[in-house]
């Protein structure tokens, strides 16, 4: 509990304390004799005491016209009850109301607590080795790209980098939700927020502080609770306009069924008190507090627990979007194949195996494309960079490059075309680079990707979730996208796709309905991501665009992880709705026992107070994610 919370506890405790006995004395329980005005005044120290900041509020609400909310019903509710000498209703609704208040802040302060502990990736300082070979602790914001850092056992990674000397195991749960540790060594990459466990490593800095990972995620985690969902809003309009009414109704239960009896001349001794007390006890059961509080905090826990599995969900409102998604489109290098080409075969070159292999690897050294990666982990000799010249990237066909004076392309059959240059077909299935040499063709390389570990049972989890529609968008071989498809259990694939053809597929799925999500690595898709109903990105730690573009980003390249973002969404807008029904069941059955004069105020507020409870621990119940 903080300071604030610790305060409202102490007061809710005195003001209890000093208002058992007066109660008990104005229901004549304890026999003693007071004049009316000292049992008023007995009552209005408790009531101030634990309600002075309500009735504050209230004030300050009427001055700024911003009247008709919850501290106004209690406000009007416990005033009209005191002013009708209902000295005990009075206090016992301001006093019940707090504890509610209490409880509610502090489940608050839980969630978001807890929410931050999953998060806990801030990485506080970066070490510098000073001349003499000394650590030198020093604010990761001041390291510059390309320092040394080093990173001692036990330590958080402060900054992306590239190991150049150690090696370790990396703990990178708080990234991933993977606890695998992973093992890094010379020239891997390590990702800020992760937890270096064994090795000490000497990093070199490869971003500054607030372009690393962990300052990327952190922003986004913090963004997305300010990103109102719809059915929020909806709840903030829906109070609006609810409580103007509810109040205009209590005034007219006020005054008009004793109107129409004073018309019909009945006897009018007591009446007038009697609907003013119902008036105000329809306004204490009224006050919306359960919606209004458990319906953000199911949304922050949903996205809470969804970060805490390494899926960062950028707004409330996406939850929605992923509960309703009935197609799912993926792209196929890296989403469901896991984009590590292994070269299978080089055929029909005057070049020798090696020599081809060379020229190609070093035409693609400075794409991160995931073929360009395979075929430099191919030729398994390092690169010399200072021999490639004029890198020409063209995206769905490949890469041209001047490797030592020779003009070398590598790439598919439409660069071939586009290059003019007569190729030899291949009758492999697989994926064909291929190479032409000064204008010249000079064979082609043979690679194969596999699948992904769960990629099938990822398309089996998503049907069996009701998802009608898993198509695949490839800008690969239609024979490669076919055998994929079938493999995997996909119902549908469009190959040979550039990545504008893929924006123009994913149109005419939209055409076919709402709820589209499109899964992609991230490479070349961004504008695809951000063209569907819900734009997922996947193992996109370190791609910027794709972070930019993706509404969901799933931190590991887990492709099971988009079924469970999924159950996440619908979990949490489950809760919402049972939520929202049960508080307004709640209070509807609550009204009618007041318009029939059956419930007081007590019950009232004890059935607002219970139902928030309930409701707040229910929502609660979306941090809780399980494993898939
Ligand atoms: P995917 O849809 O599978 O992610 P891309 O749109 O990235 O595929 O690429 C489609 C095709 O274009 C690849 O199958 C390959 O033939 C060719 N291609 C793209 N980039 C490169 C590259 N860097 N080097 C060689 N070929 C490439
Ligand atoms: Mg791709």
């Not at 309500?54 to 509710?77: H, Q, S, W, Y």
């Not at 992609?520 to 951000?530: M, R, W």
């Not at 307004?584 to 107070?609: P, Q, Y």
């Amino acid at each position: 509990m903080n300071q604030k919370q610790k305060k409202l506890l102490i007061r809710i405790l005195v003001a209890a304390v000093l208002f058992v006995p007066v109660y008990l004395i104005s229901e004549g329980i304890v026999q003693v004799d007071l004049p009316r005005w000292a049992v008023f005044c007995l009552f209005l120290v408790p009531y101030l005491t634990v309600g002075y900041d309500i009735l504050r509020k209230a004030a300050l609400g009427v001055k700024n016209r911003k009247v008709f909310d919850e501290c106004f019903l209690m406000t009007v509710a416990t005033i009209g009850a005191i002013a009708l000498g209902e000295y005990g209703e009075g206090v016992a609704v301001m006093l019940l109301y707090q504890v509610g208040e209490l409880f509610q802040s502090v489940a608050v302060g839980k969630s978001r607590r807890s929410i931050s502990a999953l998060m806990d990736i801030r990485p506080d300082y970066a070490n510098i080795e000073a001349d003499d070979g000394s650590l030198e602790k020093v604010d990761p914001d001041e390291v510059d790209v390309g320092s040394i850092i080093v990173i001692q056992p036990g330590e958080r990674v402060p900054i992306d980098g590239v190991v150049v000397e150690g090696t370790s195991a990396l703990d990178t749960a708080a990234l991933t939700g993977e606890s695998r540790p992973s093992g890094v060594t010379v020239d891997d990459t390590v990702l800020s927020g992760s937890i270096n466990l064994s090795g000490v490593l000497k990093v070199r800095t490869t971003a500054a502080f607030e372009e690393s990972t962990a300052s990327k995620i952190l922003d986004l985690v913090e963004n997305a609770a300010a990103r109102k969902s719809k059915s929020e809003t909806f709840i903030s309009k829906f109070a609006r306009v609810y409580t103007p009414i509810v109040c205009y109704s209590a005034l007219a239960l006020a005054v008009l069924p004793p109107l129409f009896l004073l018309i019909t001349g009945a006897p009018m001794a007591g009446v007038w008190k009697d609907w003013l007390l119902r008036a105000c006890t329809f306004l204490v059961i009224s006050c919306p507090c359960a919606v209004v509080i458990s319906v953000p905090l199911s949304f922050f826990a949903g996205l809470g627990g969804a970060s805490s599995r390494g899926i960062l969900i950028k707004g409330s409102n996406y939850l929605e979007t992923l509960a309703g998604v009935t197609t799912v489109a993926f792209d196929k290098t890296g989403t469901i194949t896991k984009g590590n080409f292994e070269v299978t075969a080089v055929h029909h070159s005057p070049f020798t195996e090696e020599k081809l292999l060379e020229l190609a690897a070093h035409a693609e050294c400075s794409s991160s494309h995931p073929i360009s990666l395979s075929l430099q982990r191919a030729y398994q000799k390092p690169l010399d960079r200072t021999r490639v010249t004029d890198v020409e990237e063209i995206s769905g066909h490949g890469i041209t490059a001047k490797v030592d004076e020779h003009t070398v392309a590598v790439g598919n059959e439409r660069l071939m075309n586009r290059l003019g240059i007569a190729f030899l077909p291949c009758h492999h299935v697989g994926t064909i680079l291929h190479v032409a040499v000064d204008g010249a063709y000079a064979g082609h390389i043979v690679i194969r990707d596999q699948l992904k570990e769960h990629a099938r049972e990822a398309m089996a989890t998503l049907q069996r979730m009701g998802v009608k529609r898993t198509v695949m968008l490839t800008g690969d071989r239609k024979a490669v996208a076919e055998q994929v498809a079938k493999e995997v259990g996909i119902t549908d694939y469009r190959a040979e796709l550039l990545p504008q053809d893929k924006v123009a597929a994913v149109e005419a799925l939209l055409a076919d309905g709402r709820g589209l999500a499109f899964v992609g690595d991230g490479i070349n898709d961004a504008p695809v991501l951000s063209r569907a109903d819900i734009g997922i990105a996947m193992g996109a730690l370190g791609s910027d665009a794709a972070i930019e573009a993706a509404d969901v980003v799933l931190m590991d390249d887990d492709p099971l992880k988009i079924a469970q973002a999924m159950g996440i969404a619908r979990k949490c807008l489950r809760i919402v709705k049972e939520n929202i029904w049960f508080a307004l069941g709640v209070k509807a059955v609550c009204l009618l026992l007041s318009a029939l004069g059956l419930a007081n105020m007590w019950l009232a507020i004890g059935a607002d107070v219970g139902v928030m409870v309930l409701a707040v621990l229910n929502a609660i119940r979306c941090l809780i994610v399980r494993k898939i």
